[in-house]
């Protein structure tokens, strides 16, 4: 076993201390408590918007979205108002593997969210979460495809293949999903001495979205009468991450840094929020008055909405019928767009506000959209500021409750090169509240009962060290997730980029290791790879059909 300095990473997916804490007090999950009596743990703090993309692009840079360009599971195209999903090329920002690549250590990258396509590296990545399930594009070098294959039985590491809405199915592939995920992990580690090795649990996070229901007892849908079953289903689950991560622990032995973290916390799930439905209502949104618009506007009306249409297909377990077809994502799209209102049925030229993601909020800037109808400066200022007050202003027509905690300017929050193109508000729902990621009208009200999906994400994850020169059983306080990429490279011995925005975590560090090992900081370098974005646009569909199963899209 090789004694120079190493970093291990298991990521936990919306992985949260509610869960863990608990179960670790009952001596349940004995590797993480091994980590904690041994190291240091707290909560760690997400990016806003409270997105898997977001939250995992500012972990890898150690930067803001303002810096790296990633927000959410979509972006805006440069011409017009369409929108693309979004993938590793959509990021503007070095990876912290490809610093270490570029310093001569050896990386192994697995199952991490948004890195298709892969990037060039000094050792393995294979894609994670947004990886196009038909790809051959998810390997690098390309040749790792094959093992993979033999080890996975297929060409991708995420479980939601088949069934989305059979629960049974559900959770026998997320168990199995897991155990593959851990076998090629560990097979690649004994292959090659790495210097950081990395690998996401992507399961934390899919039963807390599709089952939270069934562990809450304040939650709206709790069913009692399957309360235990499910608790115990979610225990054994996390039980099942103790112990490989038990099994990382035996392989990266004692001086090893072991990181385990998530990208955002969870919680429970009870409405929608649907956005554009708001601003048309408030009458900063403007529908185009042609005959088809106000044929489908009348449809939208009565209740015909994909929203409804896609809790009818979950309802006889036909949800995931578009992962099943061979249509493009294209002819999808058109389908919809003829029966369902859409961005193409918005008149641009009267329109002041529009969202094309969660809780985010752009204003129609002229001179930035191409249609835009909003003056920089002072109406812009006027108009963020009128919208501001009416989010806040703004309650649940059932309970009469306020519905929005916080909306941010984005000044506020981004900083660096990309902040004229991203959204102009930012707001974060109160608890039990959530915003689709739409870029349209999912639903004709504005508020509607989340059906099958019934936990959300949290701003709060977890983050848990233990290694040489790490302090034992020490409560870390305001750590951020771009705190984390710093810490690797000061732990690898590299020199801290000045540009990133997270910090060394200095106060997880022995006294005598940070005098031994002073931090070094450097400019950084521009250098990075990237593909074109035309060469790995595909099966977009599918991504879509992902994401609806977790609730994010409609």
């Known amino acids: ?49 409270i997105l898997t993309p977001a939250a995992w692009s500012s972990f890898m ?14 972006t805006r195209e440069k011409e017009g108002y369409g929108v693309k999903v979004v993938n590793s090329t959509d990021r503007s920002a070095r990876e912290i593997w490809t610093i270490l690549s570029e310093n001569g250590k050896k990386v192994g990258i697995v199952n991490v969210p948004l890195t ?50 059979r629960e049974d199915v559900f959770i026998n592939e997320l168990f199995g999903s897991t155990e593959k995920l851990a076998k090629i992990s560990l097979l690649l580690i004994e292959k090659q001495e790495l210097d950081l090795f990395m690998v996401v649990f992507n399961g934390t996070d899919y039963i807390q979205h599709r089952f939270w229901k069934y562990i809450d007892p304040q939650h709206s849908e709790y069913k009692a009468e399957k309360s235990v079953g499910y608790r115990k289903m979610f225990l054994q689950f996390y039980q099942k991450i103790d112990e490989i991560l038990g099994n990382f622990l035996k392989m990266a032995g004692e001086k090893t840094t072991v990181i385990v973290m ?22 900063l949104l403007k529908l185009r008055k042609r005959l088809i618009t106000r044929l489908k506007c009348f449809l939208y009306k009565i209740g015909i909405s994909p929203e409804k249409i896609v809790n009818a297909l979950f309802s006889i377990h036909l949800g995931n019928i578009r992962i099943k077809t061979n249509r493009t994502d294209k002819k999808l799209q058109n389908i919809s767009t003829k029966f369902f209102m859409s961005f193409s049925d918005v008149n641009w030229s009267k329109t002041k506000a529009y969202s ?15 249609s835009g109808t909003v003056s920089p400066g002072q109406e812009y200022e006027s108009l963020r500021e009128q919208i501001t007050t009416r989010l806040y202003e703004f309650k649940d027509p059932e309970t009469g409750e306020f519905v929005i905690e916080k909306v941010y300017k984005k000044e506020e929050i981004f900083t660096g090169p990309h902040i004229d193109t991203l959204p102009d508000l930012v707001f974060i729902p109160k608890p039990r509240y959530t915003t689709f990621e739409e870029h349209g009208f999912a639903a004709n009200s504005i508020i509607t009962q989340s059906k099958f999906v019934s936990g959300t ?57 940070l005098r031994l090992n002073p931090i070094r900081y450097a400019k950084d370098s521009t250098r990075f790879f990237l593909k074109k974005r035309d060469e790995v646009c595909e099966n977009e569909a599918e991504i879509k059909s992902r994401l609806r199963a977790l609730g994010y899209i409609p």
Do not use: C
Not at 15 to 21: G, R
Not at 497 to 505: A, C, F
């Open 1 to 49: 076993m090789s004694k120079k300095a190493r970093v291990f990473i298991v990521g936990l997916d919306g992985a949260t201390f509610d869960l863990i804490l608990p179960w670790i007090r009952d001596g349940r999950l004995p590797s993480l408590s091994h980590m904690m009596e041994n190291g240091v743990y707290g909560e760690l703090k997400s990016t806003i918007p």
């Open 61 to 74: 840079t150690g930067k803001n979205p303002g810096k790296h360009g990633i927000v959410g599971f979509f």
């Open 116 to 165: 298709y396509p892969p990037k060039s590296v000094n050792g393995f990545m294979i894609t994670g979460m947004m990886t196009p399930p038909k790809s051959d594009n998810f390997t690098y070098p390309t040749l790792l495809k094959e093992e993979v294959e033999k080890v996975i039985g297929g060409s991708t590491l995420d479980p939601l293949l088949t069934s989305l809405e």
């Open 262 to 283: 998530s990208d955002h916390g969870a919680g429970p799930l009870h409405k929608y929020i649907h956005v554009n439905s708001w601003l048309m209502q408030t009458g």
């Open 356 to 370: 094309i993601g969660s809780g985010i909020i752009y204003i129609n800037l002229k001179g930035r959209e191409p």
């Open 457 to 513: 994400h949290k701003l709060n994850g977890i983050f848990i060290m233990k290694g040489g020169g790490i302090k034992k059983s020490t409560t870390l306080q305001e750590t951020s997730i771009m705190d984390v990429a710093p810490t690797i490279l000061y732990l690898l011995g590299l020199p801290i980029p000045t540009d990133m925005d997270g910090r060394v975590l200095e106060e997880a560090l022995t006294s005598s290791y």
